[in-house]
């Protein structure tokens, strides 16, 4: 069974920065992409960031400039550097992964429990 879980969330002021992890546990053979995604308080969940086994990256216009995606294949874990902050960026921020975990059942898409971030004064 592959496990996915986050860390680093936190409270923290506009204007500061946190960094996220992921880590990715269990048996696995390879992880193809892997994104950070967000829910606001009564909003649907989105997409923040997006990184493919390759390191191509891709971000939500909302963060561009302001956050980092990036991964450790090494290590099967992923990281989100926010800086800039702000109170907008407070969500629920999800972990997700394409895991293949056997050839027989192919690619899995694995989710975080998740890591709360809020961004306040």
């Known amino acids: 069974q592959v496990q996915l879980v986050e860390s680093g969330g936190g409270l923290v002021q506009p204007g500061g920065s946190l960094r996220l992890s992921c880590a990715a546990s269990g048996s696995i053979i390879s992880i193809n992409a892997m994104g950070w995604y967000r829910q606001a308080p009564g909003k649907e969940r989105e997409l923040v960031a997006r990184?493919?086994?390759?390191?191509?990256?891709r971000y939500a216009d909302s963060v561009k400039g302001r956050f980092t995606i990036s991964r450790d294949n090494a290590k099967n874990t992923m990281y989100l550097q926010m800086n800039s902050l702000k109170p907008d960026d407070t969500a629920v921020y999800y972990c997700?992964?394409?895991?293949?975990?056997?050839?027989?059942?192919?690619?899995?898409?694995?989710w975080g429990q998740g890591t709360l971030v809020t961004v306040s004064s």
């Open positions: 997700n992964a394409e895991v293949l975990a056997t050839i027989a059942t192919g690619y899995l898409d694995v």
């Open positions: 990184i493919t086994s390759g390191g191509s990256t």
